[in-house]
Nanobody
Framework: QVQLVESGGGLVQPGGSLRLSCAAS????????MGWYRQAPGKQRELVAA???????NYVDSVKGRFTISRDNAKNTVYLQMNSLKPEDTAVYYC???????????????WGQGTQVTVSS
């Protein structure tokens, strides 16, 4: 059994910053790629940022230069540092990890529960 727990969302004014965290726990052998998605009301879920086990990153164009994804492999945790936030960044943010279980099976995709980010004055 694997669980992903997110934290760090909230209400912030335009131009402000937030840091999201997502920690995985349970029967984990290794974690491949990690990523952050977001879904705004009435819109499809979109990939915001992703990071490979080796640290290669990619971002959606709208957040480049403002958001930074990072990971701590020892803690099975992925972070999303969000700076210069804009109202259009308002969404529910979800983490996703490709996890190989302790049985060696996988990787399988696991999602976090989602955390609300609201950017408003």
């Amino acid at each position: 059994q694997v669980q992903l727990v997110e934290s760090g969302g909230g209400l912030v004014q335009p131009g402000g910053s937030l840091r999201l965290s997502c920690a995985a726990s349970g029967s984990i052998f290794s974690i491949n790629a990690m990523g952050w998605y977001r879904q705004a009301p009435g819109k499809q879920r979109e990939l915001v940022a992703a990071i490979t086990r080796g640290g290669y990153t990619n971002y959606v164009d709208s957040v480049k230069g403002r958001f930074t994804i990072s990971r701590d492999n020892a803690k099975n945790t992925v972070y999303l540092q969000m700076n210069s936030l804009k109202p259009e960044d308002t969404a529910v943010y979800y983490c996703l990890m490709g996890i190989v279980g302790s049985s060696g099976y996988g990787p399988s995709n696991y999602w976090g529960q989602g955390t609300q980010v609201t950017v408003s004055s």
